[in-house]
Structures are given as structure tokens and as C-alpha cells.
């Protein structure tokens, strides 16, 4: 399944990268920030590993050193993909001699440049290193242009560390969900509440004693109180997640961080870890408690559409119960007509 989603998530990306370049004549793949910045490549380098990593989860294999090695690989091929296709569709405009990206037209391979000779891939690839100018934009406005061919070869190294970059990202994501290395098998998540930070200390000492000492229903009916309000997840809060395994039914509560950053804004820590191990009896609960919450909501939302149609069916019940009077009436002024 990895290998079947890898190459999806591949094809994917050489599409809408291809396609950027045939709408904007500009490639995806060397847009940069600062030219040391590769959000383009950073962007086609994720996208691009996504499906093999996530095909690796959905298959329950660990990820391991090989598996990055493995993307190591796709990410050169998604490279090469996507300047080869580039290079298919490359070619002259006739009244003007610039290049443009076409189904059919003068191929670029039909032309010769001083010192590099005939443009076919990989000397065509050279030439636009060494001599395209890379332009500085700040707000839509070209603020400087640099044309050098070592300046040329740094960017590429820079774009090439950023496709990497990107798989390794991707799997490093995939990588942090919890698995069972006894079962071989991913755990199972499930969100369950959040807690304001300011309850943070009181919340997990008396969630600590409870734990340590096994009483396990009074964790329940502690934990049970808690919910996602909506007032809460606007301040710094945690929220706390559930993870367990089926199997061999280890359990685990971990607990996320969400405080103020520098902009004012709620973010995750990523540094914060706050695990706690409970008995799978408490898992059940809790998983049964949430599972009771959805039966009700669904119930509900059954009890109000059959309310809503048996009121519906009484309404056109009387709609035709005062059409058929009205019929009685015109036929009885009609009778009365004709004995007059």
C-alpha cells in the first residue's frame, strides 16, 4: 500500500508543479524566500513523500531509518519527474525566441547554445543554472536581479535540500503516532477533552493520586466532567487525547500544550509532554461515554426529522381535508343553481 500511494502522491505532485509552471511560465520548484528559504520545494518534497509514509501507517509498519532512506530516493526521482516533464513540454516561440511551455511547438532541443551545444535534457538543465537571473521581489516589486552561475548552482543545492527536507518532514509527521511494538500495530487516538492551563497543576495531581492508588472509577467520574468548550479553546489550554491498543490494551493519556506565541496567537508546544498510563477498564468508559454522547446526538437529530415529517403529513392532511370542503361546496352551490 506505501509503494501504491507513494507513486500517487508522486504523480500528484509533478501535475500540479507542471501545471504551475504552464499558467505562471514560473517553476514551483525554485520559489524561495530569501533565496535560502525552498518553500517551493519544501511544499513539493512533503506532498511528494505524504502518501508512501502514510500508506507505511495505514499498513502498520514502523517507520524506520530504511523507510527515510527509501524517500531519500523518491525525492531524487520527483526531481528529476518533474525537470524531465518541464523539459518535455519546453519550447521557442518563433516571433520572439522566448521560451514557452507547449503541447506542440519548436522543442528546445532543435536549437544549440554557445558553449553548451545542443540543448537536449541535461545541457538545456546546465544552461538555465548558469544563466537565468534570480530575481529579488519584494511586495510584486523586483528589488534586485542576480545573474552568476555559481549563484545559480547554490540555488539548485538549496532546492535539492528542500524536496529532502520535505520527505523527511512528512515521515517525521507520520511518525509521531503512537505504536505498539509488541502488537506491530498503530494505536488507536481519540480526542476527549480540553482543560484550562490554569487547572493544569491541581488537574494532574489529583489525577496522579487517583492513577497511583487504582481507583479508576473515581478517575472516570473526574475525567467525565471535563469537555470541549469552546470558551476554554480560545485561552491556553491542554487538550488531552487518548491512545490504546486493542490488542494487548495498553492505554495512555497524553496531554497537549497550546499556549500564546509571540503573535498573540494560540499555538502548540511542541517541546510539552505530559503522558500518563491508565488501566483499559478506564479506556472503555471513556471510549463508551463518547460513543453514548454521538448515539444521543444522533437520536436526537432522528427524533427531530420524524417530528418534522409527521407535522409536515399533518399540515398536507389538512390542506386536503379544506380543498375537499371547498369541492363539496362549489358542487352544492352548483346543485342549488340548477333547481333554480
Known sequence: MSIILGILSLIAVIIASVAVTFLTGFELLHLSVFLIIPLGSLFIGYWGGYGYFKGLVLSNKYIAFKHFFVGFILSLLCIAAIKYTTYYFTCIDPENNTIIYSYNGDHISNYEAVGYGKLDFLNYNKYMIENTPISFVIKSLDFAEISHPMIGWLSVFIDFLGVISGFILAGLIQRKNPYCHDCKLYKKKKKLFIISKTEK????????????????????????????????????????????????????????????????????????????????????????????????????????????????????????????????????????????
Not at 463508551?288 to 446526538?297: G, I, Q, S, Y
Not at 427531530?304 to 386536503?320: G, L, R, T
Request: aromatic share 10%.
Open 201 to 340: 497543576d491541581n488537574f494532574f495531581n489529583q489525577l496522579n493520586d487517583l492513577t497511583s492508588q487504582g481507583k479508576w472509577e473515581t478517575a472516570y467520574s473526574m475525567l467525565s466532567k471535563y469537555a470541549f468548550d469552546k470558551n476554554v479553546k480560545n485561552q491556553e489550554h491542554l487538550l488531552c487525547k487518548l491512545s490504546y491498543c486493542k490488542n494487548c490494551n495498553i492505554s495512555e493519556l497524553n496531554f497537549e500544550l497550546y499556549e500564546l506565541s509571540y503573535l498573540k496567537r494560540i499555538k502548540k508546544n511542541p517541546y510539552y509532554e505530559h503522558p500518563i498510563t491508565i488501566d483499559y477498564k478506564l479506556t472503555e468508559k471513556l471510549l463508551n461515554k463518547e460513543k453514548a454522547a454521538l448515539d444521543t446526538d444522533k437520536n436526537t437529530e432522528f427524533d427531530e426529522k420524524f417530528i418534522d415529517k409527521v407535522n409536515e403529513s399533518i399540515k398536507v392532511s389538512e390542506e386536503a381535508k379544506i380543498h375537499e370542503k371547498v369541492k363539496v361546496e362549489e358542487k352544492l352551490e352548483t346543485e342549488e343553481e340548477i333547481k333554480l
